[in-house]
Nanobody, 118 residues
Framework: QVQLVQSGGGLVQPGGSLRLSCVAF????????MGWYRQAPGKPRELVAD???????NYADAVKGRFTISRENDKNTVRLQMNSLKPEDTAVYYCNADTGRYEDGPYWGLGTQVTVSE
């Protein structure tokens, strides 16, 4: 079974930065897309950013220009660099991975709390 292990997150002041990382283990097929979703209290889970194995990136409008998603050399690690953080960014952030095959996935990490507050 595929497992996604997340790290990072925490408490940061507005305007600060945080970095999230996620490593995927055990996929029987190559992973096409890795990305990050977030869910704030009382709101549905939403896409933050994702990146394909070929480097194509996609960002939610709310984070464009502030967040950067990247795929590491081994292709099984994804990083989200979050700059100029706002209180509205406070949420649980979930790593996501998908092979692109309808038979597989999507796969999810356990979530990492990001809190932006004074």
């Amino acid at each position: 079974q595929v497992q996604l292990v997340q790290s990072g997150g925490g408490l940061v002041q507005p305007g600060g930065s945080l970095r999230l990382s996620c490593v995927a283990f055990g996929s029987p097929f190559s992973i096409n897309v890795m990305g990050w979703y977030r869910q704030a209290p009382g709101k549905p889970r939403e896409l933050v950013a994702d990146v394909t194995s070929r480097g194509t990136t996609n960002y939610a409008d709310a984070v464009k220009g502030r967040f950067t998603i990247s795929r590491e050399n081994d292709k099984n690690t994804v990083r989200l660099q979050m700059n100029s953080l706002k209180p509205e960014d406070t949420a649980v952030y979930y790593c996501n991975a998908d092979t692109g095959r309808y038979e597989d996935g999507p796969y999810w990490g356990l979530g990492t709390q990001v809190t932006v507050s004074e």
